[in-house]
């Protein structure tokens, strides 16, 4: 091909809409000397190039997205966003701009049309102009008699075929005579729930056969174009060949080119069938369809006077290109070749001229590609396969033309040149001449230039191709580094999966204590992660504790509050250890609701880790949009593997401040600043006044028991607590997890006085007794395990705890087989039925409470105190 330099003629400028002229949406169509211009706003110009000045500006209710011409019927049709589709009488506009200009009308809503002519009256829309209203509408053409529209449903696009008025008619469409749904499609949605406006919209060609008549009305800027026999029937079938039926290409948004035959699709409408078998996918682009059109590679014979296409071309937004195309194989048998390309992206618009040039406009300027085979700039003489065949590769030419949003191919231009009608960025109209005669005399220079020029843009190209590979060799690095990594959370998760029996490859192991911050007393609880295995704890792994608390009213079925810390562990080796500290309580109310279950699990993120590896971004291609993006991680992203759960409970939250242990001596929860002030103006040596003083001075504690079996305690403990009395060694088993273990172990105590976390007092007693009438075989040994407390609650809560350790041990216990001795069942009997008769007395005074007055229910609460007294103090022995 030859180098032919346009010659730019500026025409007019146009004011754009905010922010700026959105490409794909402005449009410009040419007849004659009139040209027809939307910027993508809410206007349509009409234009007189022979003048050089604006005739007509049309207001419309929503964003313009299309134009088609009928010029023989002087018919306008306009898709109007949200709207619809507007038909113009161009005979009748024509006249009622004469009519505003005689007049000297003047309309407040104006536009400044060509930059330095004087303002044109804009013409609001009738609404009673709108011939199909319908908010889905996103693109349509116009064939013959038909009207076909694309339309965006919920879930799919849906093509529907109108019937078109006949000259002098109401403009109106007729019936609908055909209707056939596409591919699904997911719609964008806005930010309150409302369609928003589509950045890519659908693209819609007719391609009609040679037999069939031109469709009327079209203009060489309209959407038709007309295929040779051999390319028509090799793309769409038999069935189109023999029935003379046009065929409506469609490109959508999502890469697909699918075809409709609009006569079969018009026979479906009397006779239903499968709806699948009217649409037939061509290609897959797998990027937005930009444009379709087609051109004529061949030359021409002499006695050939119709210039029928004999290529099919399509192109997507970043670049990709499909051209179709029919040829021989080596049988002699006529077949379509498909051949993808890739040139420079993104493509704002495109248009093929007469001959073999597809002109395409970039954000870096205009450019042409040359489809003959003839046009490749390393050996012109040398054909690659049989005659008729496409190029092998496209060399796409700079015209030195700046960024367009929209052009067409004027059907003005002189013998073998080309003429493109044209929209710039910035808004100005534009005629672009190019006329490859003018070079003829200087072919040989030209040919020298043109391959100095050619060998420039292979070097720039090998460089563009070796930024690419390092980019994609950086893409592959992510990958495997991920693959590595992924590699080695399976072996982590295998080991710890696989030993839920005995010790763990990696552990956390959770202990408490009691730490002096900030003027007041904290419950500290120390995470000690421990990997014993053989591999690393990299970037990607986090340890995750999750501190459960406990309701405040002891209510065991009401759900707590939770609060997850996520600590990174960040290369932790074979043999190391990371310790995570963390306050438990009290909290800024100065309570701390016991118990508190703290969870430890080791979490792996795939979405820091792996998901930059599986979504790499190519340099040379737009960002993916968010609608479009798939979807490749997991809901939770990552990987979360449980390694243990400790309950921090009472018996672990007390302090023994008599026995001298750190961190027992401090201020405890934080006061009252005017409880602290009323107690330093207290005259000295009276008693203080405060609610759990009276309650200490004036009522007594609150007391539970429990018995347990001397044998069973023996059993269980063994030979740790050998030398001490049994009393001593139960104390020790139930405060082995506090920190003042040690020190009540020093001691050999069978009882202590402790302090919960809110101050009060609570009383451990381990003393030795005696059950009868229970085995026939005589006395039973046993412990008798009080604690007692001025505060029910922490008196419930210390309880709680005892019992909690009591069952784990009796299970235990039972596991290994050992059996109770014989009992007295009658006995057994007698106690739960006197059980049961405080339970329901139990009910009957709480319902008495409910109904009776002040004064009566003084004497039912202190029953009710009582029979709860006796409740916690049952004459079952725990076996």
Known sequence: MSDPRPRVEYLAGFCCPLGGVAAGKPRVLCHGAEIFLSTGGEMVYVYDREGRLLIAV???????????????????????????????????????????????GDDQDREDGQVGEPPVPVIPVDPDSCVLPDASLHAFTVLDDTLVTLALGPTQWKMQLFERPSPGEDPRPGGQIGEVELSTCTPPVGSQGESAAPRFLPVLCCASPPGSRTPLGHSRSSEGVMLEGALFGLLFGADAALLESPVVLCGLPDGQLCCVIIKTLVTSMSAPGDPKALVKILHHLEEPVVFIGALRTEPLAEDMEDVHCDCLVALGHHGRTLAIKASWDEAGHLVPELREYSIPGPVLCAACDRSSHVYHSTSAGLRVVDLAQEGSPLDPTERDGAPGSLPPLLYPDNLGVGSLVTLCVSSSAPEGGAELLALSAKGRLMICHLDPHNEAPQSSRVTSAKAGKKIKQLLSGIGTVSERVSSLKKAVDQRDKALTCLNEVMNVSCALLSSREGPRPISCTISTTWSHLQLQDVLVATCLLENSSGFSLDRGWALCIQVLRSSRALDLDSAGSAVTYTIPVDQLGPGGQREVTLPLGPGEDGALDLPVTVSCALFYSLREVVGRALTPQDPFKDPPSAECTPIVLPEQDGVCLPLSEHTVDMLQGLRFPSLGVPHT??????????????????VPGSQPAGPESLRAKYLPPSVATIKVSAELLRAALGDSHAGVSLGCATLQWLLAENAAADIIKAQALSSVQGVAPDGTDVHLIIREATVTDLCPAGPIQAMEIQVESSSLANMCRAHHAIVGRLQRLVVEQAARGSSPPDLRLQYLHQMQANHETLLREVQTLRDRLCTEDEASSCATAQRLLQVYRRLRSPSLLLL
């Open 58 to 104: 049309y207001k419309f209710p929503g964003q313009v997205w299309h134009l088609e011409l009928l010029a023989l019927r002087k018919v306008l049709y306009v898709l109007c966003a949200r709207s619809g589709i507007y038909c113009l009488s161009l005979d009748q506009t024509t006249r009622s701009v004469s009519r505003d200009e005689e007049d000297g």
């Open 665 to 682: 001596q401090a201020l405890g929860p934080a006061r009252d600043p005017i409880h602290t002030f009323l107690g330093t103006c207290r």
